[in-house]
């Protein structure tokens, strides 16, 4: 009927249009981001590269903190990555944090944006060995990343480092 021809048409007409992904996004920027952490980029985010995130250089022993309320989707140690967690929080965003020294939280729990939710690294001698050739950037350093419904987004676009 004349209904299902109407929502055929709008599905088919909102399929290109970008504008309303956009304006979702425009609002991501109204939001009171926290720093994860403070210290330098040290890589920026590259979707090309597949690095779908920025790397934050640290002071050791430097707090990591939940950029916005959230609840923990994740809190695991990974050989690659250290320990990681992975915050779900409204707006259908979700934030990642990956080469943590320590966890504080666990998956289910309810974080405050602001909270601190992990550390990063002493900086040992075990750790000065493990200096990445690519980069020569010792660990340290906080790989963040920032997704909207499945899309990588640049950190640096929302958050001010």
Same mark, same amino acid.
């Given at each position: ?62 707090? /990591? $903190? ?5 609840? +923990? =989707?994740?809190?695991?140690?990974? @050989?690659?990555? *250290? ?19 320590? /966890? $504080? ?5 309810? +974080? =405050?944006?602001?909270?601190?939710? @992990?550390?990063? *690294? ?40």
């Amino acid at each position: 009927g004349k209904e299902a021809k109407f929502v055929d048409e709008f599905e088919q007409k909102e399929k290109y249009n970008l504008t309303s992904q956009a304006s979702t996004v425009g609002a991501l920027q109204e939001l009171h981001f926290y720093r994860p952490t403070q210290g330098m980029i040290v890589r920026k985010f590259d979707a090309n590269l597949r690095h779908y995130g920025v790397d934050i250089a640290e002071s050791p022993g430097e707090s /990591v $903190l939940a950029i916005l309320d959230g609840t +923990v =989707i994740m809190s695991d140690y990974t @050989a690659n990555d *250290g320990y990681m967690l992975v915050v779900q929080h409204k707006q259908n965003l979700t934030s990642v944090y990956r080469n943590c020294h320590a /966890v $504080l939280k666990k998956a289910g729990d309810k +974080v =405050i944006g602001g909270e601190v939710i @992990a550390t990063l *690294g002493k900086d040992t001698e075990a750790d000065k060995e493990k200096e990445t050739t690519e980069t020569n950037i010792k660990k340290p350093y906080l790989h963040f990343e920032l997704w909207h419904r499945g899309e990588a987004l640049n950190p640096e676009i929302y958050i001010a480092f």
